[in-house]
Every structure is written in C-alpha cells, then in structure tokens.
C-alpha cells in the first residue's frame, strides 16, 4: 500500500499522493461518464490513494455528487476535500467570488448533501475574495468546525499575509496551489511561510495540467471545451520552448527506468515531506502510472541533476488569462 504523510501539524494523514477529480466533470473536456468516473476513484480506493479533492464549482456541483457516490462505501476510511467560494445565479452558473459568512453557511449545507457526509474533511477557500475580511471566512469556518460539520480549514492559492491572517483565528491545515517543476513561484515566500507555521502543502497540476508527462507537444489538439486552449503557457511557441523542461525529465526517467510523470511527481514529493500532490487523471493506466511516481526515490544526484538543467530554462507563458490571474491572492 501507498505511504501516507500528514499536512503539517493537525495530523492529518493521507496517502503520500491523492486524486484531484476535477477533470472528470470539468475543465478538460467532456465529462467522463458517471459510472466510469466512480470505478476510477474506487480503483484509486483499491490502490491505497485515501485523499481525493473536489470543488463545489467543478460541474458545478455534479463532481460533488460523484466523488461523494464513489466513496459511500469506504466512509471513515478516506478524506474528501472540497471548496467553497464562488457565486451561483439560480440556473448553478459560477459568477464571482463570494465568501461572505451567509453564503459559506448555505454552500456547506449544499456540499455535505451532494457528498453524503455528515462532515467535510477539509474545507478550502477556493479563491481569496477581496470583499470580504480573511477573519470573517476563518471565524466561519471555524464555528462549523465547533458544529461538527468541518474538521480541517484549507486556503487556496492564498499569498502569505493572508495565510498568517487567517492561521491567527483558525489554524489552517493545507494551503492548495499549484506546484510543479513548471511553476516553482511558491518556493520563494510560501514554502517556507508553511513550514514556519507547520501548514501542509497540496499541489494541484504537479504535472503541468498534462505537459510534464511528455505526451503533449505542438500537434497535440485539445477539445474545444479543455481550458488549455485559453492557458497562455500552452500556445505553440511557448509549447516549443517549454519542452526543454520535459526534456530534462525524460532524461532521467531513461536513467531510473521509469516514466516522465512518474519522475515530475517524485520531484515533487522530494521537495518536503508534508507536501501531497493531487494529480488528476480519467484514465486507469495513467492513475497506475502516476501512482508509481510515489514509490520512485530519486537520488541526491537525480534532484541536484533536475535543479541544475531546470534553473538554466526560462518557462515561457503565464499560467491562467489575466481574468484568471485576477483571482490570485498576493
């Protein structure tokens, strides 16, 4: 079975790697079909992965309901993440960001029926909303922790001055955001912000949203609805440049005898010890590979190796459309 690991220092112990589920509602394409999206996250179940993360806005709302189906049977033996704050007009479509207390309330009671839980593991804030005080969001999340209804608070791509903020009136378990050999911004402030205060780390897209596997490159067509099409990162000439990453990982995959994502995973995982990626998947080969990423060791000579090539190349491209970037909390 898979190692496990704790987020920090509320003891939270998961498998070493979890399931993001979005793709298979949402942002890659079609949704996959229900039945197939449940047998994928059982197989995850059956193969020791006990951490998986959804989103109230992934759909919306329908992922909720599958990872929440998927996983009745093995209540008490997983942990289930998900996200509140966005705003849903009464047709379910997302607008704005709204973390304001009385919707947080409204958009729990929702999550824990479509999950069919009586608690949520782990209770992100999707995004920092500008609107409303940091304070106000953890004091929320903390009264439905006394209520039972929350265990864990969770914040997501939040910059440092509101982790402290929010830490201040409930500690919090996990920060999520996005973490890879192609987007190392959050070693600078917030690695170590996470471990002065002993918060545990939970990269989404540790492989590039698919480029660090090595199967995309400047043939490669996306459907019209994956949101890769509008990701700047992913344009032809910065898909030219960017390669020069996977080319570095590939080699020393060749050398270990193991894949590209498993090497881009395993990267990851040697960076801290509370840190858990979530790497999504549809597909059950692809959920094999990447969960042999987290029985892979890299060598001191491996990672010295990646740190030197990969510090030479300048990663090409913005990571989101400004529309997107907006909603980054600095």
Not at 133 to 143: N, R, S
Not at 272 to 291: A, C, F, Q, S, Y
Request: charged residues 25%; hydrophobic residues 40%.
């Amino acid at each position: 079975m898979m190692n496990k690991r704790k987020l920090g220092n509320c003891n939270l112990e998961v498998s070493a790697l979890g399931l993001g589920c979005m793709g298979l509602s949402y942002g890659y394409g079609p949704a996959t079909d229900k039945q197939q999206a449940i047998a994928l996250i059982r197989a995850a179940v059956e193969r020791g992965v006990t951490f998986f993360d959804t989103a109230q806005i992934y759909g919306p709302f329908t992922n909720e309901e599958v990872v929440g189906e998927a996983l009745a049977p093995f209540r008490g033996r997983v942990v289930i993440a998900t996200k509140f704050g966005f705003q849903f007009d009464a047709d379910g479509k997302p607008g704005g960001l709204n973390s304001r207390p009385d919707h947080i309330r409204r958009m729990t009671e929702d999550s824990l029926r479509r999950l069919g839980v009586e608690t949520i593991d782990l209770y992100y804030q999707h995004r920092v909303d500008p609107n409303v005080p940091i304070e106000d969001v953890a004091g929320t999340v903390k009264e439905l922790i006394h209520e039972g209804k929350v265990k864990h608070f969770g914040l997501s791509e939040a910059g440092v001055r509101t982790i402290r903020r929010a830490h201040e009136v409930q500690p919090v378990t996990a920060l999520q955001s996005e973490y890879s050999l192609w987007w190392r911004e959050p070693e600078d402030e917030i690695l170590p912000t996470l471990e002065e205060l002993g918060i545990g780390f939970v990269p989404f897209s540790p492989l590039g949203k698919g480029f660090l596997t090595g199967k995309i490159d400047t043939s490669t067509t996306f459907d019209r609805t994956d949101y890769r099409n509008s990701v700047p990162r992913f344009n032809p000439e910065n898909r030219v440049a960017n390669q020069a990453i996977v080319d570095v990982v590939r080699r020393v995959a060749n050398r270990k005898k193991a894949t590209a994502a498993q090497v881009a995973l395993a990267w990851v995982l040697a960076q801290k010890p509370w840190i858990v990626p979530i790497p999504g998947t549809t597909k059950l080969h692809r959920l094999d590979e990447n969960l042999g990423g987290a029985s892979l060791q890299l060598a001191a000579e491996d990672l010295a190796d990646i740190e030197v090539e990969v510090s030479k190349i300048a990663v090409q491209g913005e990571r989101y459309l400004p529309a997107a970037q907006a909603w980054i909390d600095r």
